[in-house]
């Protein structure tokens, strides 16, 4: 049973380039999502999908973000033109909406993709 | 709305037990959660409490909610120098997204 897994896991860009993330939820999962961790606070939720549908985004998803998960199975974080703000931990978990061993909607993480933005 | 906080830093001595405390405003959550992360990690489900739970215990962890108070707690008994992490608590007021606290700073000395 493999987990949740990002690529890449670190990212150096230049302010102002555009950065791509993906995520790979485990297989069973029908749910993902996407929040942002910067350094000494928890993580902040930024969007999720049940299946392809991206079903809430948060206030913190600024028009230069968006996020695809057109299979319903992997999915992208893109950010357009980044700000040295946008430097920060981008973690992805997945979740199944039914119970099984945990309860429903229980979120397993990835390992991250932690961006510097210069 | 939606707060959770967490004392920032807990420092125990290998073989004592430790409790990491944590504040939630919205009671409409069904689990509260804890996750641990070590440096440079990501974040690692350690266990969860059901609203209408007291206590639950899995192993060395025992999760006290007192849900009147909107307190969680979670006590690590017999604590090794392995737990030294960040531990989160986190809330669900409706499904989907995790609320979550500021974290926890475990330091655990030999």
């Known amino acids: 049973d493999t987990g949740v897994s990002q690529d890449p896991r670190h990212k150096i860009t230049k302010r102002g380039q555009n950065v791509t993330f993906r995520c790979d939820p485990i297989s069973e999962h029908n749910r993902l999502y996407w929040y942002r961790q910067t350094l000494g606070q928890g993580p902040e939720f930024l969007t999720y999908f049940q299946n392809e549908a991206q079903l809430e985004k948060s206030r913190l998803l600024s028009d230069r973000f968006s996020a695809e998960r057109p299979k319903g199975s992997f999915s992208t974080l893109e950010i357009q033109r980044t700000e040295q703000g946008d430097s920060a931990m981008y973690l992805c978990?997945?979740?199944?909406?039914?119970?099984?061993?945990?309860?429903?909607?229980?979120?397993?993480f990835g390992p991250g993709t932690r961006l510097t933005v210069l | 709305g939606e707060d959770v906080e967490q004392s920032l830093f807990l420092s125990v001595r290998e073989g004592d037990s430790s409790v990491i405390n944590c504040t939630y405003t919205d009671s409409s959550s069904t689990y509260l959660y804890w996750y641990k992360q070590e440096p440079g990690a990501g974040l690692q489900l350690l266990t969860y409490?059901?609203?209408?739970?007291d206590m639950k215990q899995d192993q060395r962890l025992t999760v006290l909610l007192n849900k009147k108070d909107k307190h969680l707690s979670l006590r690590i008994a017999d604590t090794q120098t392995g737990d030294s992490a960040i531990y989160f608590c986190?809330?669900?007021?409706?499904?989907?997204?995790?609320?979550f606290g500021q974290g926890t700073e475990l330091s655990v000395k030999p």
């Open positions: 409490i059901f609203s209408n739970m």
């Open positions: 986190a809330e669900s007021p409706r499904g989907g997204k995790l609320i």
């Open positions: 978990a997945s979740s199944w909406e039914r119970s099984g061993r945990a309860p429903p909607d229980t979120q397993y």
